[in-house]
């Protein structure tokens, strides 16, 4: 089974703090993504990368950078956290090169961050 | 302009009714589409991927429409099992798999 594991389920940072979210991929796929869900908004994408150091914004990546330096961990960065980033964050991997049709993106359990 | 854009719902149903949820996108140059489902504090999960044929798999039916820019996702015979919230998804990637979700249509199956 493909598992995509975000490393925490839980995060409480104060306004200002520099906060990590990472997210591993066991099934050597090539795209990796971070999403943030909001009630109402469904799922926006902030970030996603097509291969190692490579990325490309999404709808709403203001406030965040991500990092790929390896294949199979996606980091988002959030400078300095701020109560409007009070979310949950969802990662997905998914395989295909451009084009290919069936690239079912596999999700891990989400981060709930909230920032006080 | 949303890129993808869905029935807002909640659609409300009677177990065994058929319900249909439609869903538009924008970008003409789209390559592929597909239904995922997400049960109540979970991740979402692929239910389908929607061809241009159409495709069907046990109770669920998606078509496409290129021309109009159009998916929709067909459920008969609704359990109460189907409640969840559906989601459009549309990989509008031009480098890799760019993929684009829509908000949800909530369904509730109810005995």
């Known amino acids: 089974d493909v598992k995509v594991t975000q490393s925490s389920r839980y995060l409480v940072k104060r306004t200002g703090e520099k906060v990590f979210l990472e997210c591993v991929q066991d099934m050597d796929h090539e795209n990796m993504f971070w999403y943030r869900q909001d009630p109402g908004l469904g799922l926006r994408l902030i970030y996603f990368?097509?291969?190692?150091?490579?990325?490309e914004k999404g709808d709403i990546p203001e406030g965040y950078s991500v990092s790929r330096e390896k294949k199979e961990r996606f980091s988002l960065i959030l400078e300095s956290a701020s109560t409007n980033q009070t979310s949950m964050y969802l990662c997905a991997s998914s395989f295909g090169a451009p084009g290919t049709r069936d690239t079912e993106a596999f999700f891990g359990q989400g981060t709930r961050l909230t920032v006080v | 302009r949303k890129e993808v854009e869905q029935d807002p719902g909640p659609f409300n149903v009677p177990e065994g009714a058929t319900v249909a949820f439609n869903c538009t996108y924008s970008?003409?140059?789209?390559?592929?589409f597909f239904w995922y489902r997400q049960d109540c504090r979970k991740e979402p999960k692929l239910l389908m991927s929607v061809y241009s044929s159409g495709n069907e798999d046990g109770r669920f039916t998606a078509q496409l429409n290129r021309a109009s820019q159009y998916i929709s996702l067909l459920i008969r015979d609704s359990k109460l099992s189907d409640s969840a919230t559906y989601l459009c998804?549309?990989?509008?990637?031009?480098?890799?798999?760019?993929?684009?979700f829509g908000a949800g249509t909530i369904l509730r199956v109810k005995s």
């Open positions: 990368s097509y291969d190692v150091k490579m990325k």
């Open positions: 998804v549309v990989n509008i990637g031009e480098y890799g798999n760019k993929l684009v």
């Open positions: 970008n003409s140059a789209s390559q592929s």
